[in-house]
């Protein structure tokens, strides 16, 4: 399989003491897939994913291991993930607007990436023009500098840029929350074909907008509080949540067709509990309408499908 | 209540400002009593420009806006404090709303200085309680606080309980879910639904076209500055008709159904052609297809 | 482009214009008549007396109407004639600036571009090092703080009286006449190192500062960031930065200018080094009001020009400035 | 260091924590208020004025004479701390002017906008070019009479260029903040908005920016005394250097004479540099991590 992470836990240091941001997470995806991973605003989303490519200060490695096309993963060892990095896993950031240097041309500012990582550029020239044209930027755009680009363009540029070594795992960070209802379309079916031009083997996409996740998700990973909460296929999540917060998460979402007069949706109410010093057991236990005496232990997780794992104690009730 | 006519904002481009872009280009509609009208448009649609214009916080280029019949497209001082009596607004981003070296509650005080000078402490204090219950908020619980001691949703009800302070007729809501969390953003939008019901009429400016559906009976798309369709929600979303229109309800993510899976729309009306801003040649002609539903042709 | 150095040229323009206009208006509106001021001092040099009769008609004219006052003011200007010197009698203040001047850029050019450099270089390496940052970034604050006249002082002192090493006095030594000869070029170079040491010590200081603050701030943009995420080696990083962190430090030298031609003024009356600043000194002792107005229109010149070069060199160093007025054709 | 809730903290307190553990804010200080006392104590520690003639001229620091005496028999130490107060007092004054100008240009200019901020900044862009230096020459050189305060006025009137172009791109960012709409909504006026709700904004740049014109006007008028545009009467650090080189004390090797006001200037300004820096990394953390 290409990617298996057991037990991963990441902290940040603050003055005011240890932010548990990711607290023992586990799961496998299998090559070709692209693994939605959804959450509210401070569930630890972009934890992970930096934590797999850069974990450096503020971020503290905690424990657990990462696994890679059946390699270990150093993700702890800071200097031994450097040739790592681009190579074998590759990130969109959330700034990929201004991820590229703006005073050097984008050509050259490649060239330079290569050369300083003595990777041969053989090769791949020709590989970088073919690229170009299936994501519809002309090839003219290498010696333009990126301030002269539309934030379409330098969306693409860099999705081009981070897969040009054909890494086995590509993090995609909130890349469509900032564009409009067009380009976020347009961007994440070309996720979807850089897939299955082989371009890179699989693909994390994280956001906090589920309704992109169904459209291009094979299996998706709800997360709250730094907690892992269910994993499973795109459909059963959307339509057969099992974990009490999903079932919210999903009730919640306003849909074209849904109005307030005839159908008014609920809230979840309360926020999430701050990480500082999070709450014993299940970290949704505050806000959890069907919370039960057993949910100030730690919930187990358990299958409840095929490649459908939920953490909730009202499933172990169910299933017992 | 509200009636613009042709309403444009201008602004001055390239060194010495001989070009002119036009921000908002002509934008006519009405919002009546009780009405919650979405705004929907992309980024650089000119939604936000005709928010801050109707609340006079930009100038006005062209056109004119009456309210209750009165023209108030450049009114000064004391009827502009009439005329904020009656409309108010709520911005985007609450952490940049509240101004952060001060306590939260600051905003009520400034209230009272401007609208209720006269009004004594435990009158004021009882209004106060009560705005701020009708909003879900527990006074005990949030007043005297820093905003950065409470979530992007209190503060945003907080702005909503402003409003009603003052007892306002119409509010403007610029985009004011889009920093909220999905658990959260749906509260506020009840709460603006339900005081829709005790009369209040909104403006409610987004670009999520489900969150426009969710809670407006009458919808306007804009495009670059031009509003290309307007009318009752339902016959804009269900029976769109401008290209524009259409390619955005297809582009929405859907929790029911998959891109591809979307059908293909059936031209309804062959002999229209939609007035492109920028591309069409010839002045746009707002035609009413159906009853008062408007689409811009060429 | 061109629109963009057009609108420069036109604010150097305003701005010589309004300083020559200042220079014009001071003399006039002062507290006190400066005729009388003025012929008042002359009285003791008695051959200066008729000099001082035609160049006040000329000069100052008060029976004329003002607007032809100014007008005068500046047709005399273009020529050239800035009235005759009182206290070099009968030289005309032209040409005493003129010879001045090849003293001063010899001083300050080198000073402004080796401080800049070295400044630059030094700022970027202690940005790398925490506890190299600790204890030098106090000094180069000190250094920014002392007076360059102190530290003139203290240098004639340490190294051309205690040490003896350097000529503290003149640009040559005064039994040499000015000629291309080795002697006489390494003369005029032994006098040259301690006034040049003073200007540039002082401004390496503020310019290792400002890269220091630069850098930080580049190594913590979202391009650094992401040539991390990608593994690419500090070398390429910090390269980056420091390419991007001194082009703002381009336009600091413009903001520069000023400051440094204070410290230029205050170097040269300390090691009578004749540029503008000796004689503008000693023009204010003697009040010498022509020769001090020549100096301030000399300076002034000097600065419009020197920024107008820095205009230049920024738009063609900065693609982002490039295209932003680019966009505005 | 465990804290109940993380948002309890507001943010005055962490200013303060940040405040007395930053080095270079305690380190400036201490120089300055060091100065301080010197010139407001000073005086009362010696017998002679700073004019007076103590005693034999050329003659090195001993029990006697602190710091020595001058080519002219003058006591360096009252020297000293009497130009001490001279400099403080144009370092405050001729501060205090050019933050004000700055600040009122700077808003005004910003938050107005406009036809009335391009003119403004047309007439500061014109200041900037001119070397403070220049103007400062051609205004002093014609007073008859030349006192510490007109100088600090000088120096006021010819500083606050670049003042005025920092306060304005600042209030020209803090403009745009909702919580200037929202005042505007609300009906409050202009000058209430800038100065309610903007100006507080600004406090700890405001003092930045208040730090670095005092010591630039110390320096300025330190320039000023040394090229004979100083004070008339009474004295001050510039006028001791200029009269210690007129008077060769470098040949004879006076360092008494030469070294102890240059060295308070540099340690004065160089104090409130070190301040200025101190509440730089204090009020924007990306500078505290190195």
């Known amino acids: 399989m290409s990617l298996e992470i057991k037990n991963l836990k990441v902290y940040y240091q603050t003055l005011r003491g240890q932010v548990k941001a990711l607290d023992d997470i586990s799961f496998k995806i299998n090559d070709g897939d692209i693994l939605g991973l959804a959450g509210e605003s401070g569930c630890g989303k972009s934890t992970f994913s930096n934590s797999l490519i850069l974990l450096k200060a503020p971020m503290k490695y905690i424990g657990g291991e990462v696994f890679l096309d059946g390699k270990k993963l150093p993700v702890e060892n800071y200097e031994k993930m450097k040739e790592k990095r681009y190579k074998d896993i590759s990130i969109i950031p959330q700034y990929a607007l201004n991820a590229m240097n703006p005073t050097v041309k984008i050509g050259k500012y490649i060239h330079d990436v290569f050369a300083y990582k003595n990777f041969s550029y053989k090769g791949v020239d020709n590989e970088l023009k073919r690229r170009l044209k299936i994501v519809g930027l002309d090839e003219g755009i290498l010696n333009m500098y990126p301030i002269e680009l539309s934030g379409g363009m330098k969306q693409r540029m860099v999705m081009v840029i981070a897969t040009l070594m054909n890494p086995s795992l590509l993090i995609a960070d909130e890349i469509t929350s900032a564009l409009d209802v067009s380009t976020q379309k347009a961007v994440s079916k070309m996720l979807v074909e850089f897939r299955d031009k082989k371009f890179v083997k699989s693909i994390i996409f994280v956001t906090h907008d589920v309704s992109v996740l169904y459209q291009i998700a094979d299996k998706i990973l709800i997360m709250y509080a730094g907690k892992f909460a269910e994993i499973g296929p795109a459909e059963k999540i959307i339509h057969n949540p099992r974990h009490v917060y999903t079932k919210l998460l999903v009730k919640a979402m306003p849909e074209v067709g849904i109005k307030f007069s005839d159908t008014p949706l609920t809230g979840i109410p309360g926020h999430p509990p701050l990480l500082i010093d999070p709450p014993e057991g299940c970290r949704f236990i505050d806000r959890c309408p069907e919370k039960m005496k057993e949910c100030v232990k730690e919930p187990p997780v358990i299958k409840v499908g095929e490649d459908h794992y939920v953490a909730c104690w009202k499933e172990v009730k169910k299933n017992a | 209540m509200l009636e613009a006519t042709n309403l444009t904002k201008e602004f001055k481009v390239g060194s010495f400002g001989r070009g002119v872009f036009k921000a908002v280009n002509k934008a006519s509609f009405k919002i009546d009593n009780k009405d919650i009208v979405s705004l929907i448009g992309e980024s650089g649609s000119g939604k936000t420009t005709i928010g801050r214009m109707i609340l006079k916080l930009t100038q006005i280029s062209g056109g004119q806006i009456k309210y209750n019949g009165k023209d108030v497209s450049d009114i000064k001082n004391k009827n502009l404090k009439e005329y904020y009596r009656k409309v108010q607004g709520v911005f985007q981003d609450p952490f940049s709303t509240f101004n952060p070296i001060f306590k939260a509650d600051r905003i009520f005080k400034m209230v009272k200085n401007e609208f209720y000078p006269a009004l004594s402490n435990k009158e004021w204090e009882k209004k106060l309680d009560d705005s701020l219950k009708s909003v879900g908020l527990n006074p005990k619980e949030v007043l005297n606080k820093y905003p950065h001691q409470l979530s992007g949703g209190q503060l945003q009800r907080f702005l909503i309980a402003r409003a009603l302070l003052i007892d306002v007729e119409l509010l403007i809501a610029d985009e004011i879910i889009s920093m ?91 002999d229209i052609v939609s007035y492109i801003p920028g591309m069409s040649k010839r002045e746009l002609k707002m035609t009413e297809i159906e009853e008062n539903h408007f689409v811009a042709i060429e | 482009m061109g629109k963009y150095f057009r609108r420069k040229i036109i604010i150097y323009l305003i701005t010589f214009f309004v300083a020559v206009t200042i220079d014009w208006l001071i003399p006039r509106f002062m507290p006190g008549d400066p005729i009388n001021a003025l012929v008042g001092r002359l009285s003791n040099y008695p051959q200066a007396t008729q000099v001082a009769y035609s160049n006040l008609q000329r000069a100052f004219g008060l029976n004329i109407p003002l607007w032809d006052q100014y007008l005068n003011f500046w047709k005399s200007l273009f020529q050239g004639d800035l009235g005759i010197s009182i206290t070099i009698f009968p030289k005309p203040v032209f040409e005493i600036i003129a010879e001045a001047l090849p003293y001063d850029l010899l001083l300050m050019v080198p000073a402004i571009l080796a401080s800049y450099f070295f400044g630059n270089k030094f700022g970027a390496f202690a940005a790398k090092k925490k506890k190299l940052d600790n204890w030098v970034l106090p000094i180069w604050y000190m250094l920014t703080a002392t007076p360059y006249l102190w530290l003139a002082i203290l240098l004639a002192w340490a190294f051309g009286v205690v040490l003896n090493i350097f000529p503290i006095a003149g640009a040559y030594s005064f039994s040499l006449t000015p000629s291309f000869s080795f002697d006489f070029v390494f003369d005029l170079l032994k006098h040259w190192v301690l006034p040049f040491l003073s200007l540039f010590i002082v401004q390496l200081g503020g310019w290792a500062i400002g890269m220091r603050n630069m850098i930080i701030y580049e190594l913590d943009a979202d391009y650094s960031k992401y040539l991390e995420t990608m593994g690419v080696p500090e070398k390429l990083i910090r390269k980056y930065a420091y390419k991007n962190a001194s082009l703002p430090q381009i336009t600091g030298l413009a903001v520069q200018l000023g400051i440094i031609i204070t410290g230029a003024i205050t170097t040269e009356i300390v090691f009578s080094y004749p540029g503008l600043g000796h004689i503008l000194n000693k023009a204010i002792l003697q009040e010498d009001f022509f020769l001090i107005q020549g100096c301030f229109l000399f300076i002034i010149i000097m600065v419009l020009v020197a920024n107008f070069i820095i205009d230049i060199v920024y738009v063609l160093r900065d693609p982002r400035v490039r295209h932003s007025i680019g966009g505005e054709m | 260091m465990k804290v ?153 009137c010819t500083a606050w260029p670049w003042t005025a172009r920092a306060v304005r791109s600042q209030t020209f960012s803090l403009k745009q903040r909702n919580f200037v709409s929202l005042a505007r909504i609300t009906g409050v006026k202009t000058i209430k908005i800038i100065s309610g709700e903007i100006a507080p904004n600004m406090l700890s740049y405001v003092f930045m920016v208040y730090i670095l014109q005092f010591g630039g006007s110390i320096l300025a008028a330190v320039t000023l005394d040394f090229i004979g545009l100083g004070p008339t009467m009474g004295i001050s650090l510039g006028l001791m250097l200029e009269n210690a080189v007129l008077w060769n004390a470098i040949q004879l090797g006076m360092w008494w004479w030469i070294i102890p006001p240059g060295l308070a200037i540099t340690l004065i300004v160089g104090g409130l540099y070190f301040m200025n820096t101190g509440l730089d990394e204090i009020f924007n953390p990306k500078l505290r991590e190195m």
Not at chain 4, 71 to 95: E, K, N, P, T, Y
Not at chain 4, 96 to 101: Q, R, S
Not at chain 4, 128 to 151: C, D, E, K, N, S
Request: glycine fraction near 10%.
């Open chain 2, 180 to 270: 909220l969390d999905a658990s959260t953003r749906i509260d506020v939008l009840n709460l603006l639904a339900m005081l829709k019901e005790k009369g209040l009429s909104v403006l409610f400016i987004t670009h999520d076209l489900s969150l426009g559906y969710y809670i407006s009976n009458k919808a306007i798309i804009l495009y670059r500055g031009v509003i290309v369709e307007m009318g009752p929600t339902d016959k804009v979303f269900f029976n769109p008709v401008h290209s524009y229109t259409q390619s955005l309800l297809d582009s929405v993510p859907r929790l029911d159904m998959k891109w591809d899976e979307i059908p293909k729309r059936k031209k309804t009306y062959t």
């Open chain 4, 4 to 156: 109940k809730n993380e948002k309890e903290i507001s943010n005055t307190k962490e200013i303060l924590y940040f405040t007395f553990k930053n080095k270079k804010m305690i380190i400036g200080m201490c120089l300055f208020l060091f100065f301080l006392l010197l010139g407001v104590f000073g005086p009362y520690l010696t017998q002679y004025g700073p004019m007076d003639y103590a005693g034999p001229g050329y003659h090195p620091p001993s029990s006697e004479y602190w710091l020595g005496t001058t080519f002219f028999g003058q006591d360096v130490f009252s020297q000293l701390v009497h130009g001490l107060r001279s400099s403080f007092g144009v370092g405050l004054l001729g501060g205090t002017i050019a933050t004000l100008i700055g600040l009122s240009v700077g808003f005004f200019a910003g938050y107005k906008g406009g036809v009335v901020d391009e003119i403004l900044m047309m007439v500061t862009n014109v200041m900037m070019v001119i070397p403070t230096i220049a103007l400062m020459i051609v205004f002093a050189a014609y007073l008859p009479y030349r006192g510490v305060t007109i100088q600090a006025v000088i120096i006021g």
